[in-house]
């Protein structure tokens, strides 16, 4: 009985310490930093400053060794047609074809202790305003940490990504966790 109470106490103990670990709900402004300056690269920078910035910041960049040649932006592609995207996204920015881009992080949907470190997923609100229409999006935010650096990185989480790269990803993402698809829409 004594051996059991001890193992109890022990597992508390351990399980007490492991969430508290957890840092997700006091690094929101490190998130906005991430996503704001994301927009502010894009806004200002050239094409070698912006693939700084995602080697840094963009959670995908750590899985480059497995994909030789190639970036993740929505999925795999070779780097000529990742730097052609970034190119157009940083274009419309530049131009003022889109422009007001505000970020609202709402609460966590998930935050936990993983074999990448950890993953806090956040439903976030994206106003922007492209071509004169104002435009609203929901999308799911995987903000990663790692435990040893305490580096956070960010993949947004459209839908549109292939499951075998999500499984890359996050290998033990629980199944109960359902992320969304992004949801967007465009008002005159």
Not at 128 to 133: A, F, L, R
Request: glycine share 6%; hydrophobic share 35%.
């Amino acid at each position: 009985m004594k051996k059991l109470l001890l193992g109890l106490a022990i597992g508390l103990l351990s399980f007490s310490s492991y969430s508290s670990e957890l840092k997700c709900s006091e690094s929101y402004d490190i998130f906005q930093g991430i996503i704001r300056g994301a927009v502010e690269v894009r806004r200002s920078g050239d094409l070698k400053q912006i693939k700084a910035h995602n080697e840094c910041y963009d959670y995908p960049a750590l899985f480059n060794k497995n994909h030789p040649g190639q970036f993740y932006l929505f999925g795999w592609m070779d780097e000529s047609e990742y730097d052609e995207t970034l190119n157009s996204i940083s274009f419309k920015i530049k131009s003022g074809k889109s422009k007001g881009h505000k970020a609202k992080l709402l609460k966590p949907k998930a935050d936990f202790i993983s074999s990448v470190g950890e993953v806090c997923i956040i439903p976030m609100y994206y106003f922007v305003n492209i071509d004169g229409k104002q435009g609203i999006s929901l999308t799911d935010v995987f903000f990663v940490r790692d435990i040893h650096s305490n580096e956070w990185r960010a993949l947004i989480y459209t839908g549109d990504e292939p499951k075998e790269d999500i499984n890359e990803f996050f290998p033990d993402l629980p199944k109960k966790i359902k992320v969304k698809l992004s949801k967007a829409k465009l008002y005159d």
